[in-house]
């Protein structure tokens, strides 16, 4: 079965550059969320999105932007990185705004700022 | 706002033994999801088992089930028959039935299976 897909898995970045993550949900998912795990911590939750529009939002910076686009994938946009923005950021994906269905991890993207 | 409080940052388990991890979970809603997910080295999350509020049967998935108590507002799982493969983090997980559908974790409990 098709699984959330993200890319790239590993990135590394300088302070103060950009980075952009992608997440391609299951076929016929229309809602993303994005999840931020940093080292030795437990995710937590920063932004989603139910077709197309932003739904929720967590404790995301300003730093940070994010959209879903019309083929329902998603881009989330950092910039001015800082140190501790380094973390796994996990892309998951569910079917509509049903309260009971499950969101679908991706294996996460690897950031590391230097 | 509602929290999700793991006490037990660690836990170890002999292999074909039983272990019993704790959750527990601060809300005023009366209607909510609570999930179990598994971080193993890998770091992909993976749903281990879901119970939903309004149930009062505790949920089983095959080696795990849970023990829900709604009042005392506890959420354990228990692991039967435990494997190597079950080594990894353990996330209790909070979702509310209205409003936001974001999930809340706890801290993580880390199993260790012993062969």
């Known amino acids: 079965a098709a699984g959330v897909i993200q890319s790239p898995r590993h990135l590394i970045k300088e302070k103060r550059e950009t980075a952009t993550l992608k997440c391609y949900p299951i076929?016929?998912?229309?809602?993303v969320y994005w999840y931020q795990q940093g080292p030795g911590q437990d995710p937590q939750f920063l932004i989603s999105f139910y077709e197309k529009m932003q739904s929720d939002k967590g404790s995301i910076p300003d730093r940070f932007s994010a959209q879903q686009f019309s083929d329902y994938h998603s881009e989330l946009n950092m910039s001015s990185l800082e140190l501790g923005d380094s973390a796994l950021y996990f892309c998951?994906?569910?079917?509509?705004?049903?309260?009971?269905?499950?969101?679908?991890f991706g294996p996460g993207t690897r950031l590391t700022v230097l | 706002a509602q929290t999700v409080t793991q006490s037990q940052p660690e836990m170890s388990v002999q292999e074909a033994e039983t272990v019993t991890l704790s959750c527990t979970y601060d809300?005023?809603?009366?209607?909510?999801?609570l999930f179990w997910y598994k971080q193993p080295p890998s770091r992909q999350m993976i749903l281990v088992i879901r119970?939903?509020?309004?149930?009062?049967q505790n949920a089983t998935e095959n080696r795990f089930s849970v023990n829900f108590q709604k009042a005392a507002k506890s959420f354990s799982i228990k692991i039967s028959d435990s494997q190597l493969g079950d080594a990894a983090m353990y996330f209790c997980?909070?979702?509310?039935?209205?409003?936001?559908?974001?999930?809340?974790f706890g801290t993580g409990t880390r199993l260790q299976v012993f062969p």
């Open positions: 076929p016929r998912h229309d809602t």
């Open positions: 997980a909070y979702r509310s039935a209205s409003g936001t559908d974001k999930l809340i």
């Open positions: 809300t005023s809603e009366s209607d909510y999801y």
């Open positions: 998951a994906s569910s079917t509509g705004q049903g309260r009971s269905a499950e969101q679908f």
């Open positions: 119970q939903e509020a309004y149930k009062q």
